[in-house]
RNA sequence: CGGGGCGUAGCGCAGCCUGGUAGCGCGUCUGUUUUGGGUACAGAAGGUCGUGAGUUCGAAUCUCGCCGCCCCGACCA
């Protein structure tokens, strides 16, 4: 993408309504706007990230053997009434009618909706175990939003529901979720935390919350030093195998992680004190077993191999999409702009011509601009006709995690430069030596 | 939903107390200039001062209602 033809609004002034980091620099970058109490447009900067997180979820859920589908964001009241949520969810459901006035809803989630899919469908127990999720906007009309995306009242979610046969069924599901869910969080750069939680108004025994830390969290986490050193890395994961997922799940959770809600203090002080650590954490998912609450209620039955009938084991898990964008930039920023992990950059690198109009320089640019198209990646390239200054604070600001810069003194000895947004070092190399450097990157990624 | 604050040009703000022709910086547009970290000069465009009512000869300014937004708490992916 050349910057010239571009939409990317940035802002040199720090808007007024913004308070933390996150949603202060994505309203800088361009990436969203604010249209009303906690609804946002997602501009082309915000979009392309919003895009690439949700890209990662999904071929994580399938990776792990989950099935995508779409819902709709508008529900009819009546399966709400089925489960008993209409009366329960309170102000928090935004409710509509439709010209005949019939009750509806904007979704804040989807277990009633699925379980009517399901139970529609399904009718024996030989077509369990099933796993199906989407990726679809929410609506939760918050009393107070705040911080941007983070806390929004419309959110983009990735909602997973299981249906299995027996509880132990049910539970390799919630085990396949936290690793898959693990994963997933670690191709984003993120170290996202398990932590046990309560359950709340979705109900069940088993919850576990995943927790980024950040000192803007909402929540307040309680932990062992040595839980955020924990790392999947490269190792491959048969989610069939019940006892190495289990073993997966055990390894990441047997040590105390907790928030401020099941936080037990003799438990906690059980830890070495030097590793005990108080700090504060931003939820971005969370995975519950909750049981047959909700396939009792709406009759979701299968036959069993006995020639009985019983209500199937569920649960459902969640990923906040949307919020992700603002937990990211939460974790990676400094003082000039967000910096992008490799893994959900809007762009993979940035070239800045240091004297656009220049016949050597601008060459060299549109080189360097193929030879990326050419590698399979997506450059940004700063084109416009502004002095150095402003096309750095640009770069710096919006955080590609690699920037080339192409001046007239390099380009007399063949050189340019390539600078980590990160580190913020640089190396003068040539413009080849550049592409193929950037392009391992990303191809190791 | 309790408490606090704000609404004046695209963005950031001053003016309001003490009513009298609506201003500044940034951005935008035109021209010139400059060119390795948000450049300089000259000119231009852009505002029913959130909204409705009231007081007044006269309201951005005073009074009341409404709407919107932000912050702190109680609640949540």
Not at 36 to 45: D, T, V
Not at 159 to 181: C, I, P, Q, W
Not at 378 to 383: A, G, Q, R, V
Request: aromatic share 8%.
């Amino acid at each position: 993408m050349r910057l010239s033809r571009y939409f990317l609004p940035v802002l040199k002034e720090t808007p007024a309504d913004a308070q933390i980091a996150s949603h202060r620099l994505m309203l800088r970058a361009g990436m969203i706007k604010q249209q009303q109490a906690g609804i946002y447009s997602w501009l082309p900067l915000g979009f392309k990230v919003l895009k690439r997180i949700e890209q990662i979820v999904h071929e994580e859920q399938v990776r792990a053997g989950h099935i995508p589908l779409l819902m709709p964001t508008l529900q009819p009241a009546d399966l709400w009434q089925e489960s008993g949520r209409y009366d329960a969810y309170g102000p928090e459901m935004l409710r509509i009618k439709d010209r005949h006035g019939r009750d509806m809803l904007y979704g804040p989630t989807n277990e009633e909706m699925i379980t009517d899919i399901f139970r529609s469908h399904v009718e024996s127990y030989k077509s369990l175990p099933l796993t199906l999720y989407h990726i679809q906007w929410k609506f939760r009309d918050e009393v107070r939003p705040r911080f941007g995306v983070m806390r929004g009242r419309e959110f983009l979610m990735k909602d997973g529901y299981n249906f299995d046969l027996t509880k132990e069924d049910a539970l390799h599901a919630y085990n396949r979720h936290m690793v898959s869910y693990l994963r997933t969080y670690e191709r984003m750069g993120l170290t996202a935390i398990p932590m046990r939680a309560d359950s709340g108004p979705i109900g069940g025994d088993d919850t576990h919350e995943f927790l980024v830390l950040a000192e803007t969290g909402e929540s307040e986490v309680f932990y062992d030093a040595q839980v955020p050193d924990l790392k999947l890395g490269e190792r491959r994961v048969d989610y069939d195998n019940r006892d190495e997922v289990a073993g997966i799940c055990e390894e990441f959770t047997t040590l105390y992680a907790r928030t401020d809600e099941t936080h037990d203090e003799a438990l906690f002080n059980a830890i070495p004190e030097e590793r005990r650590r108080v700090g504060r954490g931003i939820e971005v998912g969370q995975i519950f077993y909750f049981g047959t609450k909700y396939s009792e209620a709406m009759g979701a039955t299968v036959n069993t191999p006995d020639q009985g009938r019983v209500p199937v084991h569920m649960g459902s898990h969640g990923i906040g999409v949307s919020r992700l964008v603002g937990a990211l930039i939460e974790a990676n920023h400094d003082d000039k702009g967000i910096i992008w992990p490799e893994g959900v950059t809007p762009f993979h690198v940035g070239i800045v011509n240091l004297k656009q109009g220049d016949v050597s320089c601008d060459s060299a640019c549109e080189a360097l601009y193929r030879a990326f198209v050419e590698a399979g990646l997506e450059p940004l390239y700063d084109d416009r006709a502004e002095r150095a200054g402003a096309k750095f604070a640009t770069m710096d600001l919006i955080g590609l995690p690699w920037r080339i810069t192409v001046g007239p003194r390099g380009i007399a000895s063949g050189k340019v430069e390539l600078t980590s947004r990160r580190t913020g070092e640089s190396e003068e190399m040539t413009s080849e030596e550049a592409v193929e450097k950037v392009a391992a990157i990303y191809a190791a990624l």
